[in-house]
């Protein structure tokens, strides 16, 4: 039976892999994720599953290659410096088709940055981060229960595609504790994955995972072969969560710790009156641009919230394409933007409005 | 009528990209044969790496994972936590894993991981054309050591054996030559106890092989046979640096 417990957000990443099945953990100590290897080493032991603290970054991503490679299901974890080190192994990831998880708990960049929640990684989760023409699946929880939720559908996801997916919080949900139900999925069967690399047993032909391809042909191919998939995975994977857009003049758009202070903002600015809603991605890739675009193409405006300069409004801005105005507020890097500065911004939003009428 | 020799089974019959002269063909087939004779092609997973073996999942008759550069061990230590019993090795250039590739062997070869690794050493960057690599000699001219690898500056061939051999979690390092009948036969059964090792779950097993690289030189197979014998054995001395058995004797 389901249970009621306290969970602090990066066991609930750990826990939550480990209740999806994922029996193989390769990451390397960054603050603030560390409870992830940390809890790893503890659990995997009991669940007769492997913990490796690899030498690096870069390292853990290629022991994930291998490991997801050869059909388990594998995960890393670790903070933006360290996701940038990954990128290499994303890449070839993505390219070889392996499925596998990556969490970024994200911190203030760039550069070394600090050890404060941040959303300043999105460009690098959903635009590719790594070189090449590729995408991963990036869900953006915003609760502890969602990581657990989300970790579930991630590994799944992962499975389903046969991509590479990442899950992206930021140092806040990793921090927090909350009350969460640790479900026993009913479904976990590992799906068939004839591919991978398991030994040419029986007769088997040879798996090869690989992401070269000398001819031009062959290499037009597999990116033909990517993208057709991409497009499946925009058509039947995006999720988001509305919560009062329908009579709304000024939609918030908000993933992540953003949503959650939004949320408040709104409900104070509500109060008051003003019709404002909230749209909150939880499939940062794909971005749920089709619903975005019916809203705009219904008249609303809308308010990015960001803990970045603005990463994610381009994605609102390209949706929204020009039809309606698409407005930010935004701490950078570190700062987590408190309810009254978010509500004060959507009040002088609609006084903005009055003015220019 | 008895067959005395062919292909081994665990080699593909495509004709392989390597150059005229280059050894490499040798150490695949020495490879191969070494699965062979220990009746495991078929739990074998090759990784293969960045350099003139990239496409050696082309030759090997196994199932392969083809790695970023320099992290086939970490790629090998993934497959090999996930399936413990099956036989997986790395097959190395130098520029793969004594540059940019160091801190995978290293720590591989520390977390003593159940894997093999050939390490082919022809102290030259191949397939990106002739660039100094880690290995490369003192005074060797390279397209980017048009002088000579000047020590001063670019400091000492990296003897990868004798470094590793610190470590003590290794079950066996090895580094053999296939420059001459004699020392394939040598290579042979370092590589096939390597690989014997794996099968009885002793740990990390490396085995160096000195290898030609004509095309790079600019020499001439037969001259880079005698090249590698006159300058690089003195550099990069044969033997088994690290073999459990030897040690429990």
Known sequence: ?357 | MKQVFGYPESLQTRPNHYCPGCTHGIIHRLVAEAIDELQVREKAIAVAPVGCAVLAYNYFNCDAQQAAHGRAPAVATGIKRALPDRIVFTYQGDGDLASIGMAEIVHAANRGENITVIFVNNAIYGMTGGQMAPTTLPGQKTTTSPYGRDTATTGYPIQVCEMLSTLKAPAFIARVSVHDPKNVLKAKEAIKKAFEYQVNGKGFTLVEVLSTCPTNWGMTPVEALKWLENNMIPAFPLGTFRSLEEVSK
């Open chain 1, 1 to 357: 039976m389901a249970e009621r417990i306290m969970m602090k957000g990066n066991e609930a990443f750990a826990e939550g892999a480990i209740k999806a099945g994922c029996h193989f953990f390769f990451g390397y100590p960054i603050t603030p994720q560390n409870e992830i290897p940390e809890y790893m080493s503890r659990r995997m032991p009991e669940v007769g599953g492997t913990f490796i603290q690899a030498e690096s970054e870069v390292s853990a991503i290629n022991m994930v290659y291998g490991a997801g490679g050869a059909g388990a299901r594998a995960m890393t974890s670790s903070s933006s410096p360290g996701v940038s080190l990954k990128q290499e192994g994303i890449s070839y990831i993505a390219a070889a088709e392996v499925p596998c998880v990556i969490v970024n708990v994200a911190r203030g960049g760039p550069g070394l940055g600090g050890l404060t929640p941040s959303q300043a990684d999105y460009f690098q989760a959903v635009k590719g981060g790594g070189h090449g023409d590729y995408h991963m699946v990036v869900f953006a929880p915003a609760s502890v229960q969602e990581i657990i939720d989300l970790m579930y559908e991630a590994f799944v996801t992962a499975d389903k595609y046969r991509t590479p997916v990442m899950v992206l919080a930021d140092g806040l949900l990793g921090q927090m504790m909350e009350p969460v139900v640790l479900r026993d999925w009913e479904d976990l069967q590992i799906p068939e994955k004839p591919w991978a690399t398991t030994g040419m047993v029986s007769g088997k032909p040879q798996s090869v995972i690989n992401s070269l391809g000398l001819a031009p042909e062959e290499l037009e191919n597999l990116n033909l072969r990517l993208q057709k998939k991409y497009r499946t995975i925009e058509e039947n994977g995006v999720r988001y969560e509305e919560d009062g857009v329908e009579d709304a003049e000024l939609i918030i758009v908000a993933y992540g710790t953003s949503a959650r202070v939004s949320k408040s903002a709104i409900a104070k600015a509500r109060a008051e009156g003003k019709k404002v809603g909230l749209f909150r991605p939880i499939t940062l890739w794909p971005f749920p641009s089709k619903r975005l675009a019916e809203l705009a193409e219904a008249g609303k405006r809308f308010m990015a919230v960001e803990m970045s300069a603005g990463q994610m409004i381009e994605d609102v801005k390209l949706a929204v394409n020009g039809k309606t105005e698409v407005e930010f507020y935004g701490r950078y890097n570190g700062a987590i933007p408190s309810v009254t500065e978010v509500y004060q911004a959507i009040i002088k939003s609609f006084d903005n409005r009055e003015v220019q009428k």
